[in-house]
C-alpha cells in the first residue's frame, strides 16, 4: 500500500475516531456506537471489469457490532474535490458490502446451508474542500442526467450518497466531535472562514495521525514534515504547540530561502551579503518572535537594512568579485 493510503488511513481507523464521526455526523452527537463495538471492516473487493478482474477498495470501513451480532457495516470515504461519478463508486462498494452477505456453509454431513447474517451497508462521504461547495451529482438519477430516458426513470433505482461538507459544518456540529477528527474539521472550517488556521490550545492525541491526514488532504508537505520532525515522547500537546514549534519553523525557514534567493540576484549586479550575517537576522528575529518583519523584510531591501542596523549585524560585508 503507497505511504500517502497509509497516511489517509491512519486517523480515521482509530476506533475512537471512527465512532466519534459516525456518532456527530448521523446521530447530531448523540453517542450511539461505542468503539469498543467496532471491528476493522474488509476495504478491498473485487469486480470484473470489461476485460479483467479488476480491485476496489474504500478509504476507512468498519464493522458495527453490539452482543457479538452485526448492527452495520460502515465505510467512510475522503474526498477534497467534488466527484461526478461518486455515487457509482458507492454503490459498488455498497454492492460489495451486501455481495459478501450471500454466503453457503458447508455442515459437517457435507450438506451446504446458505448464513442468515443480514445487515445494512453505509457509506459516508466526506467532503473537504473549502472553496466551494459540494456542486456535483449526488444521486445515479443525477449522474446520468439528460442520459436517463424519462420513460425508463421510474425503473431505474436512484441510489443517493450521504455528502458531509466539513469546511460547512456549524459550530455546533463542530463542537459535537470528540476526538482528535475535531482538530481536522476546524481546520477546514477555518480556511474556509477565514482563509488562515489558528491552532486550538485542546490536547492531541494522536498529533502524527491529524498531521498526515491534513497532508494528505491539503497536499502539503509542511505538514508531513512537521509529522515527521516530531521525536517520540516529545509529540507536541496542542495543534498550537504544532504550529509555533514545527509548522511557523519551517515557514520560517523558507523566507530565509526567499531571502537568500533573492540576494542571489543582487550578486548578479556585483552586490552580496555575508549568509552567515543573513541567518544571523533571521535567527534573532524569530527569537523575538518577529516573524511579520521577516516576510517585509523578504520584499523589502530598505526595510532589511534598518533591521541589520537594528540588532547591530553587519550589512556591508560583500565581495565584488564574488
Known amino acids: 500500500m503507497a505511504e500517502k493510503d497509509i497516511m489517509e488511513k491512519a486517523l480515521e481507523s ?25 471491528e476493522q471492516g474488509r476495504e478491498r473487493s473485487f469486480y470484473t471489469g470489461e476485460k479483467k478482474i479488476r480491485e476496489q477498495e474504500r478509504d476507512t470501513s468498519k464493522y458495527w457490532k453490539h452482543n457479538n451480532i452485526r448492527i452495520a457495516y460502515v465505510g467512510i470515504e475522503n474526498e477534497t474535490e467534488p466527484e461526478d461519478v461518486m455515487p457509482f463508486r458507492v454503490i459498488g462498494y455498497d454492492g460489495a458490502a451486501y455481495r459478501d452477505q450471500i454466503r453457503t456453509v458447508v455442515k459437517a454431513d457435507g450438506t451446504t446451508v446458505r448464513e442468515m447474517s443480514r445487515y445494512p451497508v453505509i457509506t459516508l462521504v466526506l467532503y473537504f474542500g473549502y472553496k466551494k461547495h459540494w ?53 477546514f472550517v477555518q480556511k474556509q472562514r477565514t482563509g488562515t488556521y489558528v491552532g486550538s490550545h485542546e490536547q492531541v492525541r494522536h498529533v502524527r ?24 515522547g516529545k509529540e507536541p500537546r496542542t495543534m498550537s504547540e504544532v504550529i509555533d514549534q514545527y509548522m511557523e519553523k519551517g515557514r520560517v525557514q523558507g523566507l530565509a530561502q526567499g531571502m ?15 549568509e552567515e550575517n543573513l541567518m544571523k537576522l533571521v535567527h534573532a528575529l524569530f527569537e523575538a518572535g518577529r516573524i511579520d518583519d521577516i516576510r517585509r523584510a523578504s520584499v523589502d531591501p530598505e526595510y532589511l537594512a534598518e533591521l541589520y542596523e537594528e540588532f547591530g549585524i553587519s550589512f556591508t560585508d560583500f565581495d565584488m568579485d564574488e
Request: hydrophobic share 40%.
Open 260 to 274: 537568500e534567493q533573492g540576494l542571489e540576484q543582487g550578486r548578479e549586479q556585483g552586490r552580496t551579503l555575508a
Open 14 to 38: 482509530y476506533d475512537d475516531v471512527f465512532a466519534d464521526i459516525l456518532n456527530n455526523l448521523m446521530f447530531q452527537g448523540r453517542r450511539f456506537v461505542k468503539e469498543e463495538e467496532l
Open 135 to 187: 456542486n456535483t451529482a449526488k444521486s445515479i438519477h443525477e449522474v446520468l442526467g439528460d442520459k436517463l430516458d424519462e420513460r425508463l426513470k421510474p425503473f431505474v433505482s436512484d441510489y443517493r450518497i450521504h455528502v458531509f461538507e466539513i469546511a460547512y459544518l456549524t459550530d455546533e456540529q463542530l463542537a459535537g466531535f470528540k476526538s482528535d477528527f475535531r482538530f481536522v474539521a476546524d481546520y
Open 209 to 232: 495521525e491529524v498531521l498526515q491526514l491534513l497532508a494528505v488532504l491539503e497536499n502539503d508537505n509542511r505538514h508531513l514534515a512537521a509529522a515527521r520532525a516530531i521525536q517520540e
